[in-house]
């Protein structure tokens, strides 16, 4: 996004604490971070570290309870419903672990769903099924369809819906090595040849070797911030496991 002024993601003392009183589950704790616009950022830690819990926030699905968050230029804690429902429609798309498809709907009605929410055409759903390698596969169901078929119409929906933030939450994590590389491939892509800023969430360290950069999350805080200068092409990755 060429006329984004200042980073895609600002965190600042981020806090996010589910409960009250001694039940109380602190998830996030006091985050600071900042993503800059076109980075394909790899989120790592064990289960309950809070990486859904920052996926979530950053998507505005979800609201912090300390600190701020500003996401595409939007303090996304200053939102009221109206405010938010705007931003989720128009700043950010998500692709989940289960994919999330409607099981009424054909693969491309399924990209047209979420694609129209921006203003997209038809043309367009058609062409992000085709970029993701379903262009025979339009017209079946998800239930006609294998599991990495289903993540990439998941995928298709979020290119088509042409946001600047692009969230993944354990995209890959119900597919084999060769279906998940394939996704991997088209999300680095999404970052590569349309700009987005890519945020993969994941517990699988191999993972870790396609983003420009890693955060690893324990116990709701960032522990370790690499950069990666040489990110590996996902579609390399089957070929030499
Ligand atoms: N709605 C909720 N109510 C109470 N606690 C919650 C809620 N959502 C998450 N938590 C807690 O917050 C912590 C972080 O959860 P989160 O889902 O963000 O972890 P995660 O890193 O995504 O884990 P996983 O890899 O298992 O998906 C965990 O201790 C979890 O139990
Ligand atoms: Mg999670």
Request: glycine content about 12%.
């Amino acid at each position: 996004m060429n006329d984004q002024i200042g980073p895609a993601v600002e965190a600042t003392g981020l806090t996010r604490v589910y409960g009250h009183g001694p039940t109380a589950v602190t998830a996030l704790d006091g985050i600071d971070l900042s993503i800059p616009a076109g980075q394909f950022v790899v989120l790592l830690g064990p289960s309950g570290s809070g990486k859904t819990t920052m996926l979530n926030l950053i998507g505005g699905i979800d609201h912090a309870t300390g600190g701020s968050i500003t996401v595409d230029g939007v303090d996304v804690g200053g939102l009221d419903r109206d405010g938010l429902t705007a931003f989720r429609r128009e700043r950010v798309s998500f692709v989940f672990q289960f994919f999330n498809l409607i099981p009424t709907l054909t693969a491309v009605e399924n990209v047209e769903l979420i694609a129209n929410l921006t203003g997209a055409d038809s043309a367009a759903s058609e062409s992000a099924l085709k970029e993701v390698g379903l262009k025979a596969e339009t017209d079946r169901f998800p239930s006609q369809l294998s599991g990495g078929q289903q993540q990439r119409v998941a995928v298709a929906r979020a290119l088509a819906k042409s946001t600047p933030v692009l969230l993944a939450d354990e995209p890959t994590g119900a597919l084999d090595r060769a279906s998940g590389d394939g996704v991997l491939s088209l999300l680095r892509r999404a970052c590569d040849e349309h700009g987005r800023t890519v945020i993969v969430v994941t517990h699988d360290a191999t993972i870790a070797e396609v983003g420009d950069r890693v955060l690893h999350l324990v116990d709701g805080r960032i522990v370790s911030d690499e950069k990666n200068d040489h990110p590996l092409d996902p579609a390399l990755r089957s070929a030499s496991a």
